[in-house]
């Protein structure tokens, strides 16, 4: 059975998303967070002590959201012939395009951390980043077998920024003058391509 504190976390967490998500980590103010949630500032103060705390919550579960599916299933990815491997990892880097939930508002978050970088959030993605770092340098590795460590993180750095560029301007690609079409063919036939183009610029010149 939830307990009651647990709901209260609950609600607190889902106004903070909407809210971060809105307006950014500087405009959204603990008020407007306790006000959505319908909560006191004590509660806030109890389950994440203070805003700083709950805004780290908030971007540990927006990155973990994007993230654990592919590291949960890292081993059969693994599995997989590394063409098939690196289809995967780039259809699933590019499922936000097609979501309407929890998870574009978490894309919305780092949006705003783009143009308005926090200490938070540079703290947090030293903490949380390593392990999918690492499952994107093993997957190029597969490639680039002969390469240094240096030039694997910056060719997994180059094959996520192939997908996120897409997903962190969606709502732009959408209009004029690219039109960008956000339904399950046309965001598979992008991962296609993607694919396609990354495989050949991660396979090393006869």
């Known amino acids: ?7 209260t976390r609950e609600r607190i967490m889902k106004a903070a998303v909407r809210l971060f998500a809105e307006r950014g980590y500087e ?38 959201a994007l993230t654990e599916h592919q590291l949960v299933h890292a081993a059969e990815t693994k599995a997989m012939p590394r ?11 590019l499922r936000p395009l097609i979501a309407r939930d929890e998870l574009s508002r978490h894309i919305r978050i780092f949006n705003w951390e783009s143009v308005r970088p926090t200490q938070i959030f540079h703290q947090l993605l ?48 959408t209009g004029p003058p690219v ?7 046309a965001v598979e ?3 296609q391509l993607l694919s396609r183009w990354a495989i050949a610029g991660l396979t090393p010149a006869p």
Request: hydrophobic share 50%.
């Open 179 to 185: 039109a960008l079409a956000l339904d399950e063919s």
């Open 83 to 93: 063409e098939q491997a690196l289809g995967e990892f780039v259809r699933h880097q």
């Open 27 to 64: 405009a959204t103010s603990v008020r407007a967070i306790v006000a959505k949630a319908r909560v006191n500032q004590a509660a806030i103060n109890y389950h994440f002590a203070g805003k700083d705390g709950l805004y780290r919550d908030v971007l540990r579960a927006a990155f973990r």
């Open 126 to 173: 030293s903490e949380e980043a390593a392990p999918f770092m690492g499952l994107a340098v093993d997957l190029v590795r597969r490639f680039l077998p002969d390469a240094d460590r240096r030039t694997l993180a910056v060719a997994a750095v180059w094959l996520i920024g192939q997908c996120s560029v897409f997903v962190r301007n969606r709502e732009q690609l």
């Open 1 to 7: 059975m939830t307990r009651p504190s647990e709901i």
């Open 189 to 191: 036939r992008l991962a």
